[in-house]
């Protein structure tokens, strides 16, 4: 089973909102549930029989979790190295370095004009590289 690019970016961009993806090895059918679930205290799961349904069957799946916020610091730390010398490069590696990288970087990624959708464009493509690093680590 060999994903197009089209779903791995699909799967890309769900992992960016908070999801957690599987593939259903014999079909290639994507399905996600929220990687945090804290919010279904009293309230019915409406994605309790997928995950139980992949529980049940773990060998049928390749399961996609979002990059760990190791994974997505380094990233934050690559994307403001790759910037030309600017001030937006110098106040985003001392976000990077101070208490709140990730709400900070953000505060000024999303203030930085033009260079908001620069960030956005590497996130996702960075995003596509560990979706494919996963999914080819479960095909070996």
Do not use: H
């Not at 773990?58 to 730390?77: G, V």
């Amino acid at each position: 089973m060999n994903l197009t690019d089209k779903l791995f970016v699909e799967i890309a961009d769900l992992l960016l909102t908070g999801m957690v993806c599987v593939i259903e090895k014999k079909t290639g059918k994507i399905d996600s549930y929220p990687k945090n679930m804290d919010f279904f205290d009293e309230e019915e799961n409406p994605w309790e029989e997928l995950i139980e349904k992949v529980e049940e069957d773990w060998d049928s799946y390749i399961l996609i979790d979002p990059m760990p916020s190791s994974e997505s610091f380094n990233m934050m730390k690559s994307f403001a190295n790759k910037l030309e010398e600017c001030e937006l490069k110098v106040r985003l590696i001392n976000a990077l370095e101070k208490a709140k990288p990730f709400r900070n970087f953000k505060n000024i990624v999303d203030d930085s004009g033009e260079n908001r959708q620069k960030w956005f464009d590497f996130q996702l493509q960075e995003n596509i590289k560990w979706v494919k690093m996963q999914y080819e680590s479960e095909l070996d």
